[in-house]
């Protein structure tokens, strides 16, 4: 399951990249900035709209590449057992939701909840089930 859940990043991710390359050049759910669709606002501030661009290319590659760890980890490390792997997993996993997610509930930019974030908390759904069963897994248990 937390491979699976690894490899569901990297989709996300993928799918973030191709958005900024060659889709609506934003987010998933995120359609405008302050009224503004990318074409608009690339009239007004086109280095603005490159700066997004470049940035949303390089969080993709951040996203790819968590989840390229964490399918790793979890599929040539937590299968067979390894206590190392499951916490270095969780921990890689742990830090870029807890640095990524708080800022969509600041009200800074209007976005859709559903198509924006309910990918992501699927596939961290079934890394945390994935985890916790893994531990249990890997726990001794109690006479």
Excluded: C
């Excluded at 979890?74 to 939701?97: D, E, F, K, P, S």
């Excluded at 997610?101 to 990918?119: E, I, S």
Aim: charged share 5%; proline share 3%.
């Amino acid at each position: 399951m937390m491979a699976l859940a690894g490899v569901a990043f990297v989709g996300y991710g993928l799918v973030f990249l191709v958005l900024a390359l060659i889709g609506s050049g934003f987010e998933l759910g995120v359609h405008m900035l302050d009224g503004l669709t990318r074409a608009e606002l690339a009239g007004t501030n086109p280095e603005a709209v490159y700066y997004i661009t470049h940035l949303h290319v390089a969080l993709a590659g951040f996203i790819i590449a968590t989840g390229v760890a964490v399918a790793a980890l979890a599929w040539y490390g937590v299968r067979t057992g390894q206590l190392w792997a499951l916490v270095t997993a969780v921990t890689a996993a742990v830090v870029a939701l807890a640095l990524a997610l708080p800022m969509h509930y600041l009200g800074g930019f209007a976005h859709n909840w559903v198509t924006h974030l309910a990918p992501i908390y699927l596939a961290t759904l079934v890394f945390v089930v994935g985890a916790v069963l893994a531990f249990r897994a890997m726990t001794p248990k109690a006479a």
